[in-house]
């Protein structure tokens, strides 16, 4: 008897729904459910306080330009249009007089910038850059497929073995070091303008890992892919990516399916069979491809009754981490003034850093370490009415704050229900002090703390990367080695989500990833 749908998807988040419609763009028939009212996971777009757009999840898009999916999945054709974000990111100088440093895809446009404050560091971010850019050319292709033993650094060090040209005039082993040593070392030893120092170390924090953590270079390193591709924003909101998808997937004869939570995978034998839903539906399918955490889908989900005592152990012991960071949504009735730049007309377009040197960062992480809020958050100020007007009443704006290092759990006796909206003031006075004319500015305000962000989005313990992105825990390490190629233990199960490999952020690489990994299988069991 066939099976009504040949694919249940758990999850409408981002990358749940790249491997759904290249499933049906192939002709295979897709069911998904999202547990949630509203779609779109963590890439979702809601309207609140009459009128305002509001992002609940990621809002910059940085890293999906950089694979084929948008074009694969013709998605202007379903309504998605992106906004270039050039610069993609600035840096107001804190001291009010020093100007702002913008970093433009254009890498000469950047240079130019990086002159006006930091002169001495010129060369120098021009050959951080070329020297990233020759690793990540080849850092890119082992995102775009599934992991295996031999890729962890092997297309790191590809073209140095075949040529000696991947480090250029540096030594082979001093790019090694390189490579293997800390976003923080690598930004120190590289760089003498404190300024351009905190805007490169505070955006590569946006990855989790700490400063000091071995094998992280290259998340400060990744700028040099920026300069390449660039950054974008949908119109309209950061869901517009997910509501395309959806659109483009019902076209292909996809359902998606709001408000049905799924409470078990059904399995027989080993093998998946379907799922049921807390209201007792049941849905049978041939695959079954989780977009949840994978500690969700294994644990609870799948049951420790179908996992080995030791792969049972495993999941429990990935390295999920403490949060580590919080996000409150604004609408407001101004744009900043920065003292630093009051007529710049480029800094509302991208990120705007607010994080006045390296130890200010560092303080707060020595906070989010003793477990306790941090006295003074390093700050991600988001303007994007700017160049999207759609996304408030007229005259009025967005202005989103992200922030860093907040621990979900939290020593002494405190509990974000109680200390939330203190913490929402402490982050938007970081913006009044770049902007003092923002001080009464505020309409309404959206806040999500790390537990805030569980409860919604079902990131365990406010992890927005699902699972901390140490060197540990990347490559054929994410989540598991057993579980890394999206792929697990129980037949027909598969694991599409930014628990698995290469990581979260808006990329898609792992849904992409997920999706040719089903497709081969589900061919092979056609065939036979």
């Known amino acids: 008897m066939p099976y009504p749908h040949d694919v249940i998807v758990i999850g409408s988040g981002h990358n749940g729904l790249t491997t759904a419609c290249y499933l049906a ?84 446009r950047t240079l130019d910038s990086i002159a006006t404050v930091a002169p001495e560091d010129v060369q120098n971010y021009r050959d951080f850059i070329a020297f990233w850019g020759r690793i990540n050319k080849g850092v890119l292709r082992t995102f775009l497929r599934p992991p295996t033993g031999n890729n962890i650094i092997g297309e790191m060090l590809k073209g140095q073995f075949r040529d000696g040209s991947l480090f250029g005039k540096e030594p082979q082993v001093d790019g090694v070091r390189r490579i293997l040593s800390s976003y923080g070392q690598e930004v120190e030893s590289r760089f003498r303008n404190p300024h351009l120092k905190a805007a490169l170390l505070w955006f ?38 997910t509501q395309a998808m959806i659109r483009m997937l019902e076209a292909h004869g996809g359902e998606v399916r709001a408000e049905a939570p799924v409470r078990r995978i059904r399995i027989a034998n ?58 409150v949504r604004h609408a407001v009735d101004r744009l900043p003034t920065y ?9 509302h377009t991208g990120l705007q850093l607010l994080c006045p040197d390296r130890d200010y960062l560092y303080r707060a992480i020595g906070d989010y370490h003793k477990k306790l809020p941090p006295q003074e958050p390093a700050v991600i100020a988001m303007t994007w009415t700017k160049t999207d007007p759609t996304l408030a009443p007229p005259g009025k704006h967005v202005l989103f704050t992200w922030a860093q290092w907040h621990p979900y759990e939290l020593a002494g006796g405190l509990r974000w229900d109680d200390i939330r909206e203190r913490e929402a003031d402490k982050i938007y006075e970081v913006v009044v002090k770049y902007a003092p004319d923002m001080k009464g500015a505020i309409i309404d305000r959206y806040i999500q703390s790390p537990l805030d962000i569980e409860r919604k989005h079902g990131m365990l313990r406010g992890n927005v990367m699902h699972v901390e992105m140490n060197f540990d825990q990347m490559f054929l390490f994410r989540p598991l080695p057993g579980l890394s190629r999206y792929t697990t233990p129980i037949g027909n199960l598969y694991l599409s989500s930014a628990s698995c490999h290469p990581g979260g952020g808006v990329f898609a690489a792992a849904g992409y990833n ?15």
Not at 89 to 100: E, I, L, Q, T
Not at 276 to 301: C, Y
């Open 204 to 241: 590569a924090a946006q990855s989790g890992p700490t400063p000091e953590q071995t094998a992280s270079a290259d998340f400060v390193g990744w700028q040099a892919m920026l300069h390449e591709s660039g950054a974008k924003r949908p119109r309209g909101g950061s869901g517009g990516l």
């Open 339 to 347: 003292t630093a730049c009051p007529d710049d007309p480029h800094i």
């Open 25 to 108: 763009k192939a002709g295979y028939k897709v069911l998904v459910l999202e547990r949630r009212d509203t779609l779109g996971g963590a890439v979702c777009t809601e309207e609140m306080f009459g009128g305002y757009k509001m992002d609940v999840g990621s809002s910059a898009h940085f890293m999906i330009h950089q694979t084929p999916v948008v074009q694969d999945l013709r998605l202007a054709d379903y309504g998605l249009e992106y906004i270039d974000l050039d610069p993609f990111m600035s840096y107001p100088v804190a001291d009010g007089k020093g100007g702002v440093i913008h970093f433009f895809k254009d890498l000469d």
């Open 270 to 327: 080993g093998t998946a069979t379907g799922v049921e839903t807390e209201d007792g539906q049941v849905f049978e399918a041939r695959a079954i491809v989780s977009n949840a955490h994978v500690q969700t889908t294994m644990l609870k989900l799948v049951g420790p009754e179908h996992l080995s005592g030791h792969l049972e152990k495993q999941v429990r012991d990935i390295h999920v981490g403490n949060g580590f960071g919080m996000v």
């Open 514 to 528: 997920a999706a040719g990994v089903v497709l081969a299988a589900l061919k092979k069991k056609t065939w036979f």
